[in-house]
């Protein structure tokens, strides 16, 4: 199995900044794509950002040029960095990769347990 734990949510005035870290454990042969997801109260989940191994990261619309995915691919490990934040940020993040754990095995998708972000104006 593989697992995730997100760190680094939490309370931020508007304007301000955080950084979530989402470490993945457990039989891990490869990871594809490292992503980051939220979901606000009331509405749908919606991805952030997406790291794909060897590519270029993409972006919501929503946090281009106020948000930075990272990976560091020999800790299993991706962060995002959030800065500028707004209220409308508040949701919890969800950290979410593509990963399968033999050569020989399929690719799944695994998901954290999120962590709160709550931006105050």
């Known amino acids: 199995q593989v697992q995730l734990v997100e760190s680094g949510g939490g309370l931020v005035q508007a304007g301000g900044s955080l950084r979530l870290s989402c470490a993945a454990s457990?039989?891990?042969?490869?990871?594809?794509?490292m992503s980051w997801y939220r979901q606000a109260p009331g509405k749908q989940r919606e991805i952030v950002a997406t790291?794909?191994?060897?590519?270029?990261?993409n972006y919501a619309a929503s946090v281009k040029g106020r948000f930075t995915i990272s990976r560091d691919n020999a800790k299993n490990t991706v962060y995002l960095q959030m800065n500028s934040l707004k209220p409308e940020d508040t949701a919890v993040y969800y950290c979410?990769?593509?990963?399968?754990?033999?050569?020989?095995?399929?690719?799944?998708?695994?998901w954290g347990q999120g962590t709160q972000v709550t931006v105050s104006s």
């Open positions: 790291s794909t191994s060897g590519g270029s990261p």
């Open positions: 457990g039989s891990i042969f490869s990871i594809a794509t």
């Open positions: 979410n990769c593509n990963a399968r754990q033999s050569s020989a095995s399929g690719w799944f998708t695994y």
